[in-house]
C-alpha cells in the first residue's frame, strides 16, 4: 500500500505568503463575481444583499465565539511542550462548543430575522421592504450550521503551522460559493423570471453551500493523515477536560469580544451614516448606496488590503505562540517587527494605488458612479489602518495580554463612535461629502487602538521597533515616486470610464508599471532582502521566473 505524503508544515514568511495568496486569491474571486451579480440584480438586489450579509457576520462572529482561533493557539502550546493528548483534547471539545454555540446562533437569527429586519431599515422608504431582507436573514443564517465548525479544523491545521491545507479550504468554499451565486440567479431571473429577492435568496445560501464543499475537502484531509495529526490518540480525561475548557473560554473571550465590538460596531456605523445622511436632507436612494458602498461594496475591495493582515495572523498566532512559551524575546521582537514591515512594504502602496485608481477600480465593478469613486477613494485608507489593528491584536492574544485587547478595543472604537456624526456634520458644514466624517472617524479609532496596543508591548517586554521604523524610512522614496508615476500615467493614458473594458486595460498598465516600479526600488535599496532574506527571496524569484533568474 502507498505511503500517503506527509502534510507540510510552514515557516513564519512561507505561512504569511501561503496564506496571504490564498487570501487575496478568494478575495480577488469575492470582488469579480460581484460584475455580474451586480449587473444582475441592480442597486436594489446588491443592497439587500449587504443587509443579509452585514448582520450574518456579526452572528457569525459570536457563533465562532473566538473558539477556532484559541483552538490554535492552544493547539500550538501544547505541541511545543509535546503534550499530545492536551492537543488532542483540545481539538475534540472545541468541536462540541462551537457546534452548540452556533446551532443557537442559527436558532435567534432565524427566528428574530424580521425584528432585525426592522431595525436595519428604520424609516427608510423607497428601498428593499423588511418582508424582503426578512427572507434573505433567514436564508443567510443556514450557513451558521457549517462554516463556524470548518473554522475549528482550520484552527487546528494552523495550531501546527499546516498553512497549505487550510488556505486551500478557503479557495474552496470562495470557488464554490460563487459559482453557485451565479448559476443560481442567473437561472432565477434570466430564465424562471422571478424577483430580485428570489434571486438574492439563493445567493445568500451560496455561504452554506461553499461551507459544505470546503468542510468536504479537510474532513478527508484530516482523515487521511489522522495518525500525523495524532487524531486516533484516545483521550478520556475529565480533569484534563476542566483545565482544556477553562484556557478556551481564556482564550477566545477577547476574540469574541473584539469580533462582536467590531461587527456591531461596523452595524452602528451604517446605521449612523443611514440616519445622519436622512437627517441632513438626501435621498433615500442617495443614502442606501453611500450606506451600502462603506459597508458591503468599497469593503470588498478593501478585503484585497487585508487580506495581508489576515494571512499574518494566520502565521502569526503559532508563531508567536511558540516564541512567547519558550520566552524567546529576541525572537518575539524578530517576528512582531517581521509583521509590522510585511504589513508596510505591502498595505501602503495597494491603498495609495487603490485610491489613485478609485475612479476605474469603481467603473470596472460596479460602473461608473462618481460618488462610488468618492468613497472608495477616502475608505480604502480605512483598511490599512484595519491591518496595523488587527495585526497588533493577535500579537497582544498571542502574548496574553488580554486586559489590553480590551483597554485599546473599547477606547478605539468609542473614539470612533462619538467622533462619527460631529465628524460628519463637520464635512457637511464644510460643503464635503459628510460621509467622510464617519470614514476619518474610523480612522481615528483605528489608528488611537494600535498606538495602545504598541506601546504596551514595548513597555512590558522592551521590544524596539527600530527595524520597522528603518522599513518605513526606506520606503518613502518608492511610494513617492509610485505616486507620481500613477498621476503621469492617469494623465497621458487616453480612457472611457463608461467601458469596463477601457477602465480594465486603464487600470491594469498603471497599476503594472506603478507597482514594478515600486518593487525595483525596493529591491535596489535591500527592503526586500531584509525582510524576506536572502535565501527565501531567492527561492521566490526563481519559481516565477522558473529558475532562469538568480539574484543571489
Known amino acids: 500500500m502507498k505511503k500517503s505524503k506527509q502534510l507540510h508544515k510552514s515557516s513564519f514568511i512561507e505561512g504569511t505568503i501561503i496564506a496571504t495568496l490564498a487570501i487575496i486569491i478568494t478575495k480577488i474571486l469575492g470582488m469579480v463575481y460581484v460584475i455580474p451579480f451586480y449587473s444582475l440584480v441592480g442597486e436594489k438586489g446588491s443592497a439587500l444583499y449587504a443587509y443579509a450579509y452585514n448582520i450574518y457576520v ?19 502550546e501544547y505541541s511545543t511542550l509535546n503534550n499530545i493528548k492536551a492537543k488532542v483534547q483540545t481539538y475534540n471539545l472545541g468541536k462540541k462548543l462551537i457546534m452548540s454555540i452556533s446551532f443557537i446562533m442559527f436558532i435567534l437569527l432565524f427566528c428574530f430575522a424580521k425584528p432585525i429586519a426592522i431595525l436595519i431599515l428604520g424609516e427608510l422608504k423607497g428601498g428593499n421592504t423588511i418582508l424582503d431582507v426578512t427572507l434573505v436573514i433567514r436564508l443567510v443564517s443556514f450557513a451558521l450550521l457549517v462554516i463556524p465548525f470548518l473554522s475549528v479544523n482550520r484552527g487546528f491545521l494552523q495550531g501546527h503551522n499546516i498553512i497549505k491545507e487550510s488556505s486551500f479550504s478557503q479557495i474552496i468554499e470562495q470557488l464554490v ?39 468536504i475537502y479537510l474532513h478527508f484531509k484530516m482523515k487521511r493523515h489522522c495518525r500525523e495529526l495524532n487524531l486516533n490518540y484516545k483521550v478520556k480525561d475529565k480533569k484534563l477536560n476542566k483545565e482544556i475548557i477553562l484556557k478556551i473560554i481564556k482564550y477566545a473571550i477577547p476574540f ?6 467590531i461587527s456591531v460596531y461596523n452595524f452602528i456605523d451604517m446605521v449612523f451614516i443611514s440616519r445622519t445622511m436622512t437627517y441632513l436632507g438626501f435621498l433615500g436612494s442617495t443614502t442606501e448606496f453611500v450606506t451600502t458602498s462603506i459597508a458591503t461594496w468599497a469593503n470588498k475591495i478593501n478585503m484585497i488590503v487585508n487580506s495581508v493582515a489576515v494571512g499574518l495572523t494566520i502565521s502569526l498566532i503559532p508563531n508567536i505562540v511558540e516564541a512567547f512559551t519558550l520566552k524567546k524575546w529576541q525572537l518575539v521582537e524578530q517576528r512582531v517587527n517581521k509583521a509590522l514591515q510585511i504589513l508596510l512594504i505591502t498595505s501602503m502602496p495597494m491603498v495609495i494605488g487603490i485610491s489613485l485608481l478609485s475612479d476605474g477600480i469603481w467603473s470596472i465593478f460596479y460602473g461608473y458612479n ?38 485599546s478595543t473599547f477606547v478605539g472604537y468609542i473614539t470612533n463612535a462619538l467622533l462619527d456624526i460631529p465628524l460628519m456634520l463637520l464635512c457637511y458644514k464644510l460643503n464635503i461629502s459628510p460621509f467622510y466624517g464617519a470614514l476619518i472617524a474610523t480612522m481615528i479609532g483605528l489608528g488611537l487602538s494600535t498606538y495602545i496596543a504598541l506601546r504596551k508591548i514595548k513597555k512590558d517586554h522592551n521590544l524596539k521597533y527600530h527595524e520597522t521604523l528603518k522599513t518605513f524610512r526606506k520606503i518613502i522614496i518608492p511610494n513617492i515616486i509610485m505616486i507620481l508615476t500613477v498621476i503621469v500615467l492617469k494623465i497621458i493614458i487616453p480612457h472611457d470610464l463608461t467601458s469596463k473594458v477601457s477602465s480594465i486595460l486603464y ?19 535591500k527592503v526586500l532582502e531584509n525582510v524576506f532574506g536572502q535565501n527565501y527571496l531567492n527561492k521566490i524569484i526563481k519559481k516565477i521566473t522558473f529558475g532562469k533568474v538568480n539574484f543571489y
Open 507 to 525: 487600470v491594469g498598465l498603471i497599476s503594472i508599471v506603478g507597482g514594478l516600479i515600486y518593487l525595483y526600488l525596493l529591491y535596489k535599496n
Open 177 to 215: 460559493r460563487i459559482l453557485f451565486i451565479l448559476v443560481s440567479v442567473f437561472i432565477v431571473l434570466r430564465i424562471c423570471h422571478l424577483s430580485v429577492t428570489n434571486a438574492v435568496s439563493f445567493a445568500v445560501f451560496g455561504a452554506f453551500v461553499g461551507g459544505v464543499a470546503a468542510e
Open 58 to 76: 456579526i452572528f457569525l462572529s459570536i457563533g465562532t465565539a473566538g473558539i477556532p482561533t484559541a483552538i490554535s493557539k492552544l493547539v500550538k
Open 370 to 407: 462618481e460618488l462610488g469613486t468618492q468613497v472608495l477613494s477616502i475608505e480604502i485608507f480605512t483598511a490599512l489602518f484595519y491591518n496595523f489593528n488587527t495585526v497588533t491584536f493577535t500579537i497582544l492574544q498571542s502574548m496574553d495580554k488580554f486586559k489590553t485587547v480590551y483597554l
Open 256 to 261: 469574541v469580544i473584539i469580533d462582536i465590538v
